[in-house]
């Protein structure tokens, strides 16, 4: 075993989430295949199991303290790097229909690998956010969009928006500071069909400052929606 199992019940059970034996054994098994691959592979800057138990397993975790998914839902993780928060939200919730996105297909190819091996079912897809989310198939598709250290969100929410159902939820998962971009972007979340419903602050148990927004997608979002790359960089809205 390589992983303190007891830090991280007790570490998901603040936050909400009750984890099983049998998901302890997985997250273990994660966790082992990280280490393992990092080493060929740059997937992560954490490297030590405390810290991927509390700044991966349990900050990814932490999304079902904002929103808990019905059985099936439809989940969204856009740039899931190296599968987070991902892959910890199937390990808890096998039901949710997944989708991991991301722009590099080396990191992808590790997170289809990881997911077959814990004996899991999700959907990767190897695309750039602002392409997929003109493509009608996934499209305003999902209940919920959720996304970690990708872009400011502003940028950010222009990425997720358009895939989010109309009644369904975005949430961006930030560090300190959010403040600051919650500013920066009330208006582009408008602008995009979406309006921010609740903010909700805790810290890790390691002293590391979180913030959860969360989006409520309140009307369709224009077709002009996502822009190309390079005028959502330009000219952020
Ligand atoms: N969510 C993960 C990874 C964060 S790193 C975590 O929190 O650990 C940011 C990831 O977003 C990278 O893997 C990068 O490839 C991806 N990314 C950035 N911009 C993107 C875009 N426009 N479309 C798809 N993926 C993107």
């Known amino acids: 075993m390589i992983i303190n199992k007891e830090l991280l019940r007790e570490n998901a059970a603040i936050l909400g989430t009750e984890l099983s034996g049998e998901m302890l054994e997985k997250f ?22 405390d810290d991927i138990v509390v700044k991966h397993f349990a900050d990814s975790l932490s999304l079902y303290s904002a929103i808990v998914p019905e059985n099936g839902a439809k989940v969204l993780d856009l740039g ?50 602002e392409d997929a989310g003109k493509n009608p198939l996934y499209r305003e598709k999902y209940d919920i969009v959720c996304s970690r250290a990708v872009a400011a969100l502003n940028i950010l929410s222009e990425y997720c928006l358009p895939f989010v159902k109309v009644g369904g939820t975005f949430v961006a998962m930030k560090s300190a ?7 920066c972007a009330k208006q582009a979340i408008r602008l995009l069909g979406g309006e921010i419903i609740e903010k909700k ?13 969360i989006i409520k997608k309140i009307s369709q979002t224009s077709p002009k929606y996502p822009r190309p790359s390079a005028q959502i960089s330009k000219k952020p809205l």
């Open 201 to 213: 602050t805790f810290f890790l148990s390691d002293g590391g400052e979180r913030t959860l927004i």
């Open 177 to 183: 500071k959010a403040d600051e971009e919650i500013a």
């Open 80 to 129: 899931t790097g190296a599968g987070f928060p991902g892959i910890p939200l199937l390990i808890a919730r096998p039901d949710l229909d997944l989708t991991m996105l991301d722009s590099t297909a080396k990191k992808l190819k590790y997170v289809a690998d990881t997911v077959e091996a814990l004996g899991l079912r999700a959907e990767v897809f190897h695309t750039r956010a």
């Open 28 to 49: 273990d098994m994660l966790a082992n295949l990280l280490i393992e691959t990092n080493k060929s592979m740059n997937l992560t800057a954490i490297k030590e199991p």
